[in-house]
């Protein structure tokens, strides 16, 4: 590698964001990947076939999202489910239910293959798919989340050509930014792996998705700690879940400590994803605003 | 992937359960599964000559199973052990003294090989080398569990042709099911990662079964917060234990503090796998019945 | 595999064990595995040049040996230290140092290459060499511990022909036993992975060697936890060390900890595994000797 | 291996320090490595075009770096930040902040790759590049630890040609010593895994850096127990810390909570690494000097 091949150059855009905080010490975005089976198909359709695989990955559309959103009408609180196409199309009353329910649907690519290992055609196709399977069930996203967070150059390019508003993959920051893909303004909501719940509870040998698990009192304590400082940066904390894993009895439980911390803060707000989009990037009104 | 390679119908059918809850708030299984040499030798036969890997095995039925029975004496509770024939055959004791003390003796393979690895014919030979076995000790078993719980469709069709009469093998719920086999009617009882043991213990270079060793306290943590949750959704919480694992003094004492756990509910029955399968299948007299 | 093909025969005979325990409830043996850079130089000699990982090694023989033997000076406790042959000639104030002190020296082969890798000439090589070495430096070892514990029916054969009277590398009870060499009676006295220190505190990415750092607080709930409940079975607790990981400062303090809680139950007893191995073959003075 | 194979001498020379404790009874030296892109561009230049994984490694400059300082400021500490060239390239403001802050920067490889896989003019392009780099900022360093602390025996002799002072990439010790590289004295200040957050802390799936996350909690107890420990043995306690990783607020918090506990214990002085170096090779005014 001589000097030349280290670009000293930034790899992507950022801008400042608008006043998404409006007075909360840190804000909380409850967002729920439905993957269902979709990583393991990703993965080769001889699963299929591994009933308990299959049946690993079920337990979330089947159990662990019906739970959730039972959780959130007890608390009365707004989340956002980032569903691939493929989740949609093998458990339609996912959509249904989730949009029923009054909370964002938003996209997760089609078949969860993670956009780095695709060509720039596929990955056009992984949106082009998600928006005509989102549209039969009358869902127009504004946002995007990669799957396992993998991003390109050329994935932010697409959102912006596509009209999307806002990006949840990236972790550069814990505050939301503005950027920019195919010129157009996009807000980036960063998440990060220690909100996340996979790398706590997920085991599966094939394919091995994960190798250890966690007790939730640890989870509790790590997400809440997190949460907790972020109250004095005036952090965006994006919390993400999956339903074969939180949909659990105990992890159930361990979300909802966290909840309740949250809530017992008094400066802590919940909100959609699109929510804190439309103001990052300034919108007039202050609430999210479909694609162009 | 083209749509019409993802299907959109379910993969295995299900139907609702008969009355197996009966008041109580949640049942524990104890499943104990006395793999003993049989999952190292079915990665190869050159272990036989690892005397450190055999010995590490062999601790199960030589030390752990006594020690778990004696346990299941002292709380006067009823357990289901599944043993793969190999087991019975190399520790032919295991089987006598087994269902000598009241216990439920079920399937698990003959060789501990995954069905997902094997051919229709050799998931078909394993069954039938397991039931002439289990004849031999006069064991006539009603249920099975598929080795490392990998099953495929075709594992259900074999049960349902040899006319057994539940699978715990599954884990896209954590209440118990009808299933179908071959036509006929089988009932589910779910595992989960979660509630085994093997992913908290675990620990054998050659070959490698696992990588590290959690506290026993971490796993009466882990246990015993997903049983009291789901006291709430009136779950099933089959527990899966492993003689060379659990069988560890510091281990006893951690199934038992589970156990105490559990009476101290005041609503948590304990019960066989069958027992739980004859009131899932809604027979008559509500307590097991043999193969058809 | 066919019936024939699973032996139902045991793979290592047994028989039992004189009283060892002479009236207390469990008995301590700490073990102290001198590894050094032996382990790390069997993967390859040019880890010669790696200094991190040699210097990781090393400090073993230079800071926690020292340490160590001045922890149990502090509470006048025996222990036997098992010491390979390249250790002994790379660090030979080592050997010195640990017999002067009062403890036993034992074999723990040449290179620490492990036995089930290694040909019938090969581990007899081992063998000879180990102690040829020993000799050198006056010491005549009675004992032996395979290198990572992996021991084949051979190997046990070669203590029985070198005249050892005992091993401590294999897993199927936590009570010692007699068993045979060349037909030759030889004390096992048995070993487990949660008793051991590499599986919590083992870090190093080249060789790979393990990849995860526990709190010493964790390990000494994991292993008074375990020698709790082994009072309650009249067990053998034999902790192995290894003075490149608790030789650090806090994991000293954990072992530390770990005694004072033996001592405090007042029913433990320490001793050297030599001791031990005398009093399970019955030998009259219920102290060890040398080889025949 | 035949026994000339295995040498008998030591691998690297080592003398007795000056007095460097100076009363107290450990010191600790807060080293930041300030890794960003560096380690995952060393693994190959296709990452550029991975923004999740370029975007979770510039977290560290980007957000971690001023943060980590602002909090060293609040307790007025003084620390020692290892830059690599391709960090100095790419976030300039880092080289010029830290040094207007008053803290120590010093070199830690061009490019990030480990020493033991390059040749010896790969090792020495590294330690010329980052020199001139560094000139450019007008910084002259007299330190410098190994890429993953992975050095060779060339490692330490182009210290020592280059007229560099200390290295802290070994761990044969937790007290410093004098080397010899290229025959001039070099201060080695030795590190060790359980005193750097990146066991920890790392997970990222491409390219495989870590594969868990650990609370906060656990590494206060980790770094608090080993300090409190090694006050009992005069011990240098370097610890090591990622901003990509330690920057996230609660491991902020942990930070704070060990910078707490050391001001606490009323015997424990901080100290940028070169202070301890000067010292440590009995410079008459104990104060760190320029390279030859």
Known sequence: MTDSQVPVVDWHER????????????????????????????????????????????????????????????????????????TAERWPSVMATVAERGHEVAMHGFTHRHPVHLSEAEQREEIERSLKCFARFGVEPVGYRAPNWEMTRHSLDLLGEFGLRYDSSLMDDDRPYVTLGSGRRIAELPVQWLLDDWEQYAFLPEPDIGQQIEAPSKVVELWTAELEAMRGFGSLCVLTLHPFLTGRPSRLRALEQFIQFALSRGDVRFARAEEIAALVLGDEQGSATGPA
């Open 15 to 86: 801008q400042p964001a608008g006043d998404w905080l409006r007075g909360s010490s840190a804000v909380v975005v409850l967002s729920v990947d439905v993957d269902a089976e979709s990583p393991v198909l990703a993965r080769g359709e001889h699963y299929l076939n591994h009933l308990t695989t299959m049946s690993h990955q079920a337990y979330g559309p089947r159990v662990g999202v019906p739970r959730i959103l039972d959780l959130l009408d007890r608390y009365r609180l707004p989340a956002t489910f980032f569903v691939p196409g493929v």
